[in-house]
């Protein structure tokens, strides 16, 4: 394998020059920079990485952590991040915490040792925001809010608006009898969208009906076989997410309930899988692509000095689709 050396005998110059031409650190002669150019092309030498990382104290990494990679929101929202950051000349590391805090906290020292350009974080406990605090990176937190953690910025949908979306859009097809699969509190996604819907239901007299929920597909099939013991008259559901739904959609026909006939239903996210499911799924939509791109935007700005915005919510919208009485065939 070539070496610094190796490219700077070849090309007449000093390694010196070689590294100053590689990493643009100083202004070299044009037929010595051509030179060192043909060189690294005949040799086909490929620099140090890590080494490169460590002097430029930038590897032009972006890290995403989230807390579990089988969430299909988790997926296309790294997706978005990835083609964002391929875009501008950044990799994107994907670190999986599994929803352990050791793992979130190794996670970010490893990215902070790497040197990565900044950290899009979607997941968080009691510890991890001392991390941030601590590791001097540029943080964007996306789907969530923390406080007092010193991140750099956060983006989110409008959980709230589509809390209280959801509720309204069942009260409109018909529903008398709602039950909240609620998402977890101490999360802000998870609160915000309770909030939303418990507005509705003070506004309009509803009696809150609320089974806990994670953001999960397993924990909403156990959420669901607790709701037709508890509700068995129920008439509309509001899932904590999409994948929550499709749960709920499972244990709701194996029980003999048809949908939407005896009971409609509306999740959150708008994954692919939303529309994909038969029947499509009514559901609100989260931009997940803007907000990718977004977080991608604000550390590279962090990282060139420039100002952005620390608090981005971004709107919401509904999407109609056959698990609700007004859905449509298809409404992408």
Request: hydrophobic content about 35%; glycine content about 8%; proline content about 3%.
């Amino acid at each position: 394998m070539a070496s610094i050396r190796d490219v700077a005998r070849i090309a007449g110059v000093s390694p010196s020059t070689v590294s100053r031409v590689m990493n643009g650190t100083a202004n070299v002669d044009e037929e010595k920079k051509q030179k060192v150019l043909m060189a690294i092309r005949e040799t086909g030498f490929r620099p140090n990485e890590l080494a490169r990382a460590l002097f430029k104290q930038s590897s032009r990494i972006i890290g995403v952590i989230v807390p579990n990679i089988e969430n299909p929101f988790f997926n296309e929202l790294a997706k978005a991040v990835e083609e964002e950051a391929y875009k501008n000349g950044y990799k994107m590391l994907l670190c999986n915490s599994n929803n352990n805090t050791e793992k979130e906290l190794m996670n970010i020292q490893m990215l902070d040792q790497m040197k990565a350009d900044g950290i899009i974080l979607l997941t968080y406990s009691g510890k991890t925001g001392q991390a941030i605090a601590d590791c001097g990176l540029p943080v964007v937190v996306v789907d969530r809010q923390l406080t007092g953690s010193g991140e750099s910025a956060y983006v989110e949908a409008d959980h709230y608006k589509g809390g209280k979306m959801a509720v309204c859009h069942l009260l409109d097809c018909g529903c008398k009898d709602i039950v909240f699969l609620r998402g977890p509190l101490e999360v802000s996604s998870g609160k915000q969208r309770y909030q939303g819907y418990r507005e509705i239901c003070q506004k309009y007299g509803i009696r809150e009906q609320c089974i806990d929920c994670l953001y999960d597909y397993e924990d909403g099939i156990r959420a669901a076989g607790e709701l037709l013991k508890r509700y068995p008259r129920v008439d509309g559901i509001i899932a904590s997410n999409d994948m929550v739904a499709i749960a709920a959609y499972k244990i709701l026909t194996r029980e003999g309930y048809q949908v939407p006939g005896d009971v409609q239903m509306i999740g959150f996210d708008n994954i692919r899988f939303s529309w994909l499911f038969t029947p499509e799924l009514t559901t609100v939509n989260q931009p997940i692509e803007e907000m990718g791109t977004l977080a991608v935007q604000i550390i590279m700005k962090c990282g060139q000095g420039l100002p952005f915005q620390k608090e981005n919510i971004l709107d919401v919208s509904l999407v109609e689709r056959q698990t609700t009485k007004r859905g449509v065939s298809s409404n992408l």
